[in-house]
């Protein structure tokens, strides 16, 4: 398989974490590097490790794991994505915003991390199942999630910039979380749970 062929596969795997880094970053009211490095690193981090370990797993693990990647996928996106909703709805009502969503939060993040790399998981396997070498794949699938989240933290916070766009910020944690179910039902239609 050749680079473009990679490049191209690691775009698609990073859609998703993309989509989370986004609506994190329209949350956020400024974002640091710090920040910028921790969402990169989880999700970059997970799409590096995901691969190798679906390969590593191989052909017999396969059928048992892909009975369920997709269900432990929607699980944990609409675990936290509800959990962004009903904490939004209680911080609208005179909740404390000390406990309003923080989307940098490692427990939060590795979350996210694991539940926006489970399709990195089944390319590892069809990778093994094809007798092909993961190492430079993952790499290049890693290092274009890590690019794709740091720069859709920061469009994000950019958005909330625009004239009359502002307070989206505080919008965000109902966007977020209802883009975070989309995305996991998204992944059960892709399964095919629909049909």
Known sequence: ?????????????????FA?????????????????LQIGSMFGGFQFIMPVVGWWLGIKAHRYIEQYDHWIAFALLAFVGGRMIREALSHRGGGSASTFY??????????????TSLDALAVGLSFALLEMDILLPAV???????????????????????????????KANILGGMVLVVIGLNILQQHGVFR
Not at 142 to 165: D, E, K, N, W, Y
Request: with cysteine.
């Open 140 to 170: 290049i699938i890693g290092i274009v999630c890590f690019a794709l989240s740091a720069a859709a933290l920061h469009m994000g916070r950019l958005i909330t910039r625009l004239p009359g766009l502002s307070t989206i910020g505080s």
């Open 102 to 115: 923080n989307p940098t939060q490692k427990g939060t993040l590795l979350l996210l991390g694991i539940a």
């Open 20 to 36: 989370v880094a986004l609506t994190s970053g329209l949350r956020l009211k400024r974002v640091t590097p710090a920040q910028t």
């Open 1 to 17: 398989m050749n680079f473009l062929a990679i490049f191209v596969i690691a775009v698609a795997l990073a859609i998703d974490a």
